[in-house]
């Protein structure tokens, strides 16, 4: 097997251990593809020497994750569409010869949450400001999205994010301030927590939102991974409201990572049922 240029993996700072390369590797050898992904842990000063490094074994991309995913764009030779627009980048990819930034956490979720209903001409609620909510917020916009209220508590955040939807998208956006109980308003159709409220092994955390306020048309998403099931989203189960989990997230950004990668569309259900193994 020549790894040489079939290589492609995370760039992670230490961690509790990286799911993605049991769901990706899963991938490559149901599919028979001689690809490997590694996790390799990179502290922020040596990010630099990192992607020399990916660069001189020709690795065909990697993943980045925080707090690597702004810092990585002054090592890149350009950046797609989305990523350029957001200002991060979680996905490198090798083409031509030059690593081009692209961000497929907007992705990733846009296509889970599609699955369920079209953001198109719908208005959003979108709980947070930080990495994950800019990715979705601007995805979301590109997709014709009517309203998008950002809620976060950190005020300079929220409205730094509903000014780059308003100056370079199509879409409206409005910031709200969280400082109390949310209550979601009646004209909105689709609510996503983008925050890392209910994340393991914070599992008893609830967020600061009026739960008598879901009303059963909404649809009701999370980011979270580990537990897929968040308090959100049973509250909005038990309300009668349709759910997205963020295990469909993640799924969907490596298949397009793969995608991007090798060429080849994976199956998602291989790299579900191996993330919930592992999880
Ligand atoms: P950031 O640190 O960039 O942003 C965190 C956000 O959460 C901020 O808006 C912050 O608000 C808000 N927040 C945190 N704690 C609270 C709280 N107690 N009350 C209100 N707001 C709070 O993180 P990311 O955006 O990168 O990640 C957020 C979550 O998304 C993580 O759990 C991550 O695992 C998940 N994620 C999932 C992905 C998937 O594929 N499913 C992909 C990427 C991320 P403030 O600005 O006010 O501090």
């Known amino acids: 097997m020549n790894f040489l ?19 990706v590797e899963a991938a490559y050898k149901h599919h028979g593809l001689d690809f490997r992904y590694l996790n390799c842990e990179v502290l922020p000063k040596d990010l630099a020497a990192a992607v020399m490094g990916a660069r001189a074994m ?17 090592y890149l030779d350009g950046l797609g569409e989305s990523a350029a627009m957001m200002g991060a980048v979680n996905c490198v990819v090798l ?13 990733g979720f846009l296509q889970s949450l599609k699955a369920v209903v079209s953001p198109s001409g719908k208005n959003v609620a979108l709980l947070g400001a930080g990495g994950a909510a800019r990715a979705i917020a601007v995805e979301l916009a590109l997709e014709n999205t009517s309203k998008i209220t950002i809620i976060n508590r950190d005020q300079k955040r929220g409205e730094s994010l509903v000014d780059l939807l ?3 998208t199509k879409c409206k956006a409005e910031f709200k301030l969280w400082d ?17 409220i209910g994340m393991a092994p914070d599992l008893t955390a609830q967020i600061n939102i009026n739960v008598d306020s879901i009303r059963p ?19 909005a189960q038990s309300k009668g409201c349709k759910i997205v989990d963020g ?3 993640v799924i969907n950004q490596a298949v397009l990572g793969i995608k991007y990668w090798t060429g080849e569309v994976v199956d998602p259900e291989v790299m579900r049922k191996k993330l919930l193994e592992v999880l």
Request: aromatic residues 6%; hydrophobic residues 35%.
């Open 5 to 23: 240029s079939k290589i492609t993996g995370s760039f992670s700072t230490p961690s509790a251990g990286n799911p993605t390369v049991a769901m």
């Open 58 to 74: 020709n690795w065909v991309g990697f993943n980045c994750s925080l707090p690597h995913k702004v810092e990585v764009i002054q």
């Open 95 to 107: 083409r031509d010869g030059k690593y081009i930034g692209e961000n497929t956490d907007g992705k």
């Open 166 to 168: 308003n100056s370079k």
């Open 180 to 196: 109390g109980k949310y209550e979601v308003p009646s004209d909105i159709d689709i609510l996503v927590n983008a925050t890392s």
């Open 217 to 235: 048309a909404l649809v009701v998403a999370d980011v979270i991974v580990n537990p897929p099931m968040t308090n959100l989203l049973k509250d």
């Open 247 to 249: 295990l469909g997230m």
